[in-house]
């Protein structure tokens, strides 16, 4: 009986070692870190105030027609939705984005940006309608500028646009095609229009943005694996067999939250900290150098649409992360926005031009820890065996749903 009880006891304990499924894998500080980093710990999205038309239905269906109409772009030709695809997390998985020409960035995923303090890659933006005007005007996204688009709004949509926001003014005047950017052409004739003429025009552009962000605040992350399972964690259960980590994955989230040290900056459900860092990325041969958040302090501080500025609905009280918003520090020096890794492992190439085509490239950055081409780089060598590299990237891929 002895040797028989003896027997059980380590076919248990082997069982154990191979699913992986007993909590005390884990120490609390882990189940409380790993709690932190589950959906279920996600606050309700906050409202926007500098956005009064946010959470307006029909500005956000009005919002979702402009993202995949290709009649706002200056060949007619390109849509927010052929960058931002919406069967690809809204990204394209090209190492960068092409519309009307190729651009220098890697088209971001569009799942739970609302939560964003800054926006883009560097942060050039500080709204998440401010950003989506951005790319209308781009010569290399959508090339357009912003009497065409308002013409073409009140062309195409002009009932739908009023019943939302306000009348439409008389266009006519306008000339067909002028702005800040665009031809020499185009900037001549927006520098002739009044003040009152262009303020105008703003106005409505601004709008559009609005709307194009009260679409993109619907757009969610779901559930993975890893949720269920770290709830189940949270709440002292076992969890399903179909939401179990294998041992390699639970190593590897044991690694990502302690000795490589990822969550420091990919953080709480997300996975992002929503900060910049210089972590080393490797400058793209044949790209202009690029600086990073350095590069784009002044542009968001001057921006016309900005949270400071007059397009900006509700009080300035709004506007603390402008305010006090990081200007003139050298750990701003090619810089980068920490990107969430909810759904990573669906959306090769990585990093901000897609410098890596693999996870098993970037967790061998990481662990590497090269000098930065300029600037300081934050990360430092981890001295990791393949092993568990490979249980970091089995842990990654259980952040896709």
């Known amino acids: 009986m002895a040797r028989s009880l003896l027997t059980k006891l380590i076919a248990t304990a082997v069982i154990a070692m191979v699913a992986g499924c007993s909590d005390t894998d884990f120490t609390d500080a882990e189940k409380r870190t790993i709690a932190s980093m589950s959906l279920a710990a996600l606050a309700p999205l906050p409202s926007d105030p500098t956005n009064r038309f946010a959470d307006d239905p029909g500005a956000a269906a009005l919002g979702a027609t402009l993202f995949f109409d290709t009649g706002m772009s200056r060949d007619g030709n390109v849509a927010c939705g052929t960058c931002h695809k919406i069967d690809r997390q809204f990204q394209d998985d090209l190492p960068r984005g092409i519309g009307v020409g190729e651009t220098n960035r890697r088209t971001m995923p569009l799942a739970g940006v609302a939560r964003d303090p800054f926006f883009f890659w560097d942060g050039r933006r500080d709204s998440l309608w401010s950003q989506a005007m951005v790319p209308l005007e781009n010569v290399l996204e959508h090339a357009g500028t912003r009497t065409a688009y308002a013409h073409y709004l009140k062309r195409r949509f002009g009932e739908r646009y009023e019943r939302i926001f306000r009348p439409l003014p008389d266009l006519s005047v306008l000339p067909a095609s002028a702005g800040p950017y665009g031809t020499p052409t185009e900037m001549a004739a927006w520098a002739a229009m009044t003040d009152a003429q262009r303020d105008c025009v703003d106005r409505i552009f601004s709008d559009i943005g609005k709307a194009i962000a009260a679409f993109e605040r619907s757009l969610v992350h779901g559930k993975t694996r890893f949720d269920r399972f770290a709830e189940a964690l949270a709440q002292g ?92 520090s050298p750990e701003l020096v090619r810089a980068y926005k ?64």
Do not use: W
């Open 237 to 328: 259960r076992t969890p399903a067999a179909d939401d179990e980590l294998s041992a390699e994955e639970r190593q590897g989230l044991r690694l990502f939250i302690g000795k490589a040290n990822c969550s420091t900056c990919h953080t709480g459900p997300r996975f992002t900290d929503n900060h910049f860092h210089n972590t080393g990325v490797p400058q793209v041969a044949g790209l202009p150098p690029d600086r990073g958040r350095i590069a784009v302090v002044g542009e968001v501080l001057a921006d016309p649409f900005n949270c400071l500025g007059k397009f900006r609905d509700g009080g300035e009280e709004a506007c603390g992360e402008l305010r006090f918003m990081q200007k003139s």
């Open 338 to 401: 920490t990107p969430s890794l909810r759904n990573v492992a669906g959306r090769p190439p990585y990093m901000h031009s897609g410098q890596f085509a693999s996870l098993e490239q970037v967790v061998e950055h990481y662990a590497s820890a090269p000098k930065s081409v300029e600037g300081e780089t934050e990360i430092h060598p981890v001295a990791l065996s393949e092993r568990e590299k490979a249980a970091l990237v089995a842990f990654l891929k259980t952040l896709s749903d």
